[in-house]
């Protein structure tokens, strides 16, 4: 692994680590201002929402700029949100910022990889990025467990005197978000050390006409091709479905293991293990010109979720949802290794991330604001859990009807 490819997955570990444990550092904060509970879900559209909206100028821009600028800028606004947030904006808002910031780092630390290395070196690449990703939103999930818990701000008052009390941060949430605010400096350190590479795919004009109907021009051409239509609704329909999966099993961990906020977002670690090693084994075993060999694992992993309603207890719930993590990323690596490869020669990788992302949180908006429906509904989590496996399995079995022989 050379040096550079090594700077830019430690710039995106740390990025990520702050951005997982800031999730549920900003649940814990709602909860402590008394909010209802259908604000859990929307908390996650507000930072999915701006990859919708901006979707169309956050490719042109990752590919007008050195990629490594695009992250650094990216992750000071991400930090932005995050003292905004411990400045007592409300969550809802401020957590809307941060997903501005990520809505502009995505394309560019996907679209590097494409730049970085040759098509043959892709699935490894993502196995690599992916894997990474993996274990920050693992610690993300641990470290937010454990940083909103009360007695890390105990200890933390036991060695630093009173001043976490006089500087403000009088609770766990907001001590919770002045350590999530550290992992940003770090990962901006990195970013000023991420490889500067040639700028490919520059737009010839940025007159806001033109870059509209530059993105419509991509949408068509990513949707008409038919590696690139299954890739895309292949990974839109995996990041709504986990997006959503991590608020379920918040809740289905307490309706049926009885267990609290802190233990079931470690619970949630177990899933992102699993994708760990789903990525690891694509990596190894799936070459790109076989990626969509994969999509029956998609169906199988559905059909496991549908099984949690019959788990009452903790120590067999572990080993299900390592399982449902691991045919998660066994299937998503490749699907996303094929995306970027069929936007990187159609239209630029920064263009193609974009688009990807478009499609990805218009998926995670809906299935999420589903969620909250059906929360509001007060319909019971064992038939939440067992309608969301089916609406996947029945998904990833239609798209492997129709595109399970494309590459054939």
Not at 258 to 266: G, K, M, R, S
Not at 305 to 315: C, E, I, K, L
Not at 337 to 347: E, K, N, W
């Amino acid at each position: 692994m050379s040096r550079g490819f090594f700077t830019i997955l430690a710039a995106q570990f740390f990025s990520s680590l702050a951005d997982n444990a800031l999730l549920f550092g900003a649940i814990a904060l709602l909860k402590s201002l008394g909010a209802p509970p259908w604000q859990t879900p929307v908390l996650q559209q507000s930072f999915v929402f701006a990859f919708i909206v901006l979707a169309p100028f956050v490719g042109p821009f990752a590919d007008a700029l050195p990629k490594g600028k695009v992250m650094f800028i990216s992750n000071a606004i991400k930090m932005g949100g995050c003292l905004a947030m411990l400045a007592g904006v409300h969550p809802l808002l401020a957590y809307g910022v941060v997903g501005v910031g990520a809505a502009m780092y995505s394309p560019a630390k996907y679209g590097i990889l494409t730049e970085f290395f040759p098509p043959d070196k892709l699935v490894w690449a993502n196995g690599w990025m992916e894997g990474l990703t993996v274990a920050a939103i693992i610690l993300g999930a641990v470290l937010g467990g454990l940083l909103i818990g009360d007695q890390v701000l105990a200890y933390a008052s036991h060695w630093l005197g009173a001043m976490p009390f006089q500087s403000g941060l009088d609770s766990a949430p907001k001590f919770a978000l002045a350590a999530i605010l550290a992992l940003y400096l770090i990962a901006a350190a990195f970013n000023l050390y991420v490889p500067n590479l040639p700028i490919d795919h520059r737009l010839p004009t940025r007159t806001l006409p033109y870059i509209l109907r530059d993105f419509w021009s991509c949408f068509r051409q990513l949707w008409t091709d038919p590696l690139g239509q299954v890739s895309l609704a292949v990974t839109a329909l995996f990041w709504g479905a986990g997006s959503t999966l991590r608020l379920i099993v918040l809740v289905w961990a307490a309706a049926a293991l009885h267990l609290n906020l802190e233990q079931a977002t470690q619970l949630t670690a177990v899933v992102a293990i699993g994708i760990g090693i789903g990525a690891a084994l694509a990596g190894k075993a799936v070459p790109l010109d076989h990626s969509v060999r994969v999509l029956p694992v998609g169906i199988a992993m559905g059909l496991t979720v549908v099984a949690m309603v019959f788990v009452r207890d903790w120590r067999s719930a572990v080993p299900m949802l390592a399982l449902i993590g691991i045919m998660a990323g066994y299937f998503v690596v490749p699907m996303n290794a094929l995306l970027q490869h069929r936007g990187h020669l159609l239209m630029g990788a920064g263009h193609s991330i974009a688009l990807q992302n478009f499609n990805e949180n218009i998926s995670i908006l809906l299935m999420l604001g589903a969620y909250a429906v059906m929360i509001q509904a007060e319909l019971p989590i064992q038939a939440i859990v067992v309608i969301f496996g089916l609406f996947v399995a029945a998904s990833m079995a239609l798209l492997a009807r129709f595109h399970g022989h494309d590459q054939d």
